[in-house]
């Protein structure tokens, strides 16, 4: 995760496309790598695809976009992540988070499964429609959007000064928004129990979060 600001920089600085083409080749690899380790088929199948696709676009010129979809791909990926855990027979990944941070036995209060299960809804959504939303302004920008520079006619045109705003900082500001408000939610909505301080719950869910996505029992060494 250190590397790739590093590269990322490198590549702005001295316009050199391999150094942009790693960039996003090693932020790929470490945010899949909790699938990859699964050793399934698909996890690899797909990053396969997406560094083929990297090398498609860098071939043409276009590796600069590659940065620009990494948004994109975070969005997706944090999407399938909470997602997954929504199937039938699955812990949903709040109520994982939560019996992590704070005990299995916080899940059997009432309305703490609940609201765990409808806040993984939540994220779920959210994140996907953030990616939907963040890849319509990269290929509808105007001027520098991919369907531009394909020479593809625009179906919706959004000036690249939006698009820029919103895929470098709004994004940020609304997931970050969406957090502290629910957070703030949750300590209303349940607040005939104890919550972990914001602080808490960031450095918690921070460790933990590579087990997580593995479906690892916490409980274990």
Do not use: N
């Given at each position: 995760m250190f590397g790739y600001?590093?590269?990322?920089?490198?590549?702005?600085?001295?316009?050199r496309q391999g150094f942009s083409l790693a960039a996003c080749a090693l932020l790929l690899t470490v945010l899949m790598a909790p699938l990859?380790?699964?050793r399934r088929a698909l996890p690899w199948l797909a990053w396969l695809a997406a560094l083929a696709v990297m090398g498609w676009l860098s071939l043409r010129g276009m590796v600069g976009l590659l940065l620009e979809g990494v948004p994109i791909a975070v969005n997706i990926l944090l999407a399938c992540f909470f997602g997954r855990t929504l199937r039938a027979g699955q812990v949903p990944l709040i109520a994982r988070i939560i019996e992590a941070l704070e005990g299995p036995e916080r899940l059997a209060?009432?309305?703490?499964a609940t609201y765990?299960?409808?806040?993984?809804?939540?994220?779920a959504l959210l994140t996907a429609t953030q990616a939907m939303v963040l890849a319509v302004l990269l290929?509808?920008?105007e001027p520098g959007g991919l369907l531009g520079m394909l020479h593809i006619a625009t179906p919706w045109t959004v000036p690249a000064a939006i698009a820029?705003?919103?895929?470098?900082?709004?994004?940020?500001?609304?997931?970050?928004g969406a957090f502290l408000l629910e957070h703030l939610f949750r300590r209303w909505h349940l607040r005939h129990i104890r919550h972990p301080r914001l602080h808490e719950?960031?450095?918690?869910?921070?460790a933990r979060w590579p087990r997580l996505v593995r479906g690892e029992d916490?409980?274990?060494?």
């Open positions: 600001p590093v590269l990322a920089m490198a590549g702005a600085l001295t316009h990859l380790a699964t209060v009432p309305g703490v765990a299960r409808h806040l993984t809804w939540f994220w290929l509808c920008a820029q705003s919103y895929a470098h900082v709004g994004g940020y500001f609304l997931i970050a719950l960031v450095m918690g869910v921070a916490l409980a274990a060494p």
